[in-house]
């Protein structure tokens, strides 16, 4: 069975810096989470994740469609904050979304809402471009109101970022029904994927397990390959 393949799309970047406040950008914030994101389904789970940007780079909506598209990407998550005074978290997909989609969305939208005691203000419906031009099922998440002193508040605790990562990691994985990778190590160092034949079989970050884990599929693999995660 092929890998599964998620692209995360943080908003925004580069000269568009998104919703403002309280000296916090939107663009930063975003980035920031995608990347936990990444970094968590890659260790944790046996699935293919590429991110739309992994840095202060400029995207139009159209080009992040585009490489959703080309690359086949069986889900997209678009991650922003949002702004204009309100407070909480909500969701979107195109109005013209089907069934998969919205189990999609619903998913997703609970397991942010366990991680977050706000407001929640719904699954909603709105026509935006990343949405509208994905070919795979898509969601759109706002992640509380930075323009809102108390949710600016909340945006600025790493721990807090933290928790709207896990959200989303913990909806995929309900809604894909992943199953985590036997054997993995945490580290502060470089984390690695080792890959048979096209299958993780672990993600290491100390260089003994490592080289461990590749010995034991030597002579035996077509192909052993390293990914590096971070």
């Known amino acids: 069975m092929s890998q599964i393949k ?16 309280y000296g916090l950008k939107e663009k930063d914030i975003v980035l920031a989470i995608a990347r936990d994101m990444r970094h968590s389904l890659l260790q944790e789970f046996d699935v293919q994740v590429r991110m739309t940007r992994n840095s202060d780079v400029f995207l139009t909506l159209e080009e992040r469609a585009r490489l959703a598209n080309a690359w086949g990407a069986d889900y997209f998550l678009s991650i922003h904050v949002n702004g204009s005074g309100g407070t909480g978290f909500e969701s979107y997909i195109h109005p013209n979304a089907q069934q998969k989609t919205i189990q999609f969305q619903q998913t997703i939208h609970s ?33 509380l109101f930075i323009d809102n002193k108390e949710d600016a508040r909340m945006l600025a605790d790493a721990k807090v970022l933290k928790k709207i990562a896990v959200g ?63």
Not at 6 to 21: C, E, F, N, T, Y
Not at 172 to 181: D, F, G, H, P, W
């Open 168 to 230: 989303h990691v913990n909806g995929l994985e309900r809604l894909l029904k992943l199953s985590k990778v036997k054997e993995q190590v945490a580290s502060t160092s470089s984390l690695y994927r080792v890959l048979v034949n096209g299958k993780q079989v672990g993600a290491f970050g100390e260089k003994d397990n490592l080289l461990s884990k590749v010995g034991q599929h030597l002579g035996t693999a077509s192909r052993i390959e390293l990914e590096q995660v971070n």
């Open 111 to 143: 397991r942010i809402m366990a991680q977050l005691n706000v407001r929640d203000r719904g699954m909603k419906k709105g026509n935006f471009a990343v949405l509208r031009l994905t070919k795979m099922p898509a969601i759109l998440t706002e992640n």
């Open 6 to 21: 998620i692209m995360l799309d943080p908003g925004h970047g580069g000269k568009d810096p998104g919703a403002v406040g």
